[in-house]
């Protein structure tokens, strides 16, 4: 592949879906052109319904996109087969998304497992990958989902997205409904994990502080439409209403921290 190829390519892609009861279609992402490189940290912004989980999901072929193209490593997805596409993209559910009767081990090995990976490289690759996510592999190896805290789900949930070695990540909301002390903490560790295995990755989030703090870049989606894209200072030049709002909140919450907080970390 070329290397100024980007890694993925959204081109005019639009996507809808029935309303129901005889109403219009309902449109979630409309003629939306982006562009992913290889190696970078891309967050994708925006409220509800605002089309960004939609376009997350159109990458692996979990929706089908109704015109335009993607593309991942240079193949055009319509063209791939879904299941194998799947295989080789890591992808992290807002809760995990964890199989309930399989275990730690089970969860993360699954991946591997249904590549034919041999069974003593997949005990390997478990091992490696709870280190890698910070969790000690004798307490948790055999614990099944619902033993564990939502922190360590999520942490599982990533070790089992980078289970097959994938070059590209996909988050959806992964660390929405943790709690602020987890999140950042994951947050953070995931940052240095993208940075250390060389990753790609794109993630869904809500929140523009979480974006700017982890993203190499941001694109801020609103009702299906892509307004603006780039690095927090580039998007800080943007003239368009609902991404200055956005923007205006973490400034906001960093001013009255400033005001409320201790200088120079005093008790």
Do not use: C, W
Request: aromatic share 4%.
């Amino acid at each position: 592949m070329n290397s100024a190829q980007p890694l993925i390519s959204y081109a005019h892609v639009a996507k809808t879906f029935d309303g129901g009861r005889g109403r219009e279609r309902v449109v979630a992402v409309d003629d939306v052109s982006l562009d992913v490189a290889e190696g970078e940290f891309l967050a994708i912004v925006g409220g509800s319904g605002s089309g960004k989980t939609t376009l997350l999901r159109l990458a692996n072929r979990l929706i089908e996109a109704d015109s335009g193209s993607i593309t991942i490593e240079g193949e055009d997805v319509g063209n791939a087969d879904p299941i194998l596409l799947r295989r080789r993209i890591g992808y992290v559910f807002q809760s995990g998304g964890l199989f309930p009767h399989l275990s730690v081990a089970g969860n993360i090995g699954i991946t591997p497992k249904l590549l034919g990976t041999p069974p003593d490289e997949i005990a390997a690759r478990v091992d490696e990958l709870l280190d890698l996510v910070r969790l000690d592999r004798a307490p948790y190896r055999d614990r099944l989902p619902h033993e564990l805290s939502g922190g360590q789900r999520q942490r599982v949930g990533v070790a089992r997205a980078l289970a097959a070695k994938p070059r590209i990540v996909l988050m959806d909301e992964p660390f929405g409904a943790l709690d602020p002390l987890t999140r950042d903490a994951l947050g953070d560790d995931f940052r240095e994990l993208h940075r250390k295995l060389g990753l790609t990755t794109v993630m869904i989030t809500h929140d523009m502080t979480e974006a700017i703090l982890l993203a190499d870049r941001v694109a801020v989606m609103r009702s299906g439409r892509l307004l603006a894209q780039g690095t927090p200072a580039e998007l800080s030049g943007s003239k368009d209403a609902y991404v200055g709002e956005l923007l205006r909140t973490p400034r906001r919450q960093a001013e009255r921290l400033g005001a409320l907080l201790p200088r120079d970390g005093a008790a």
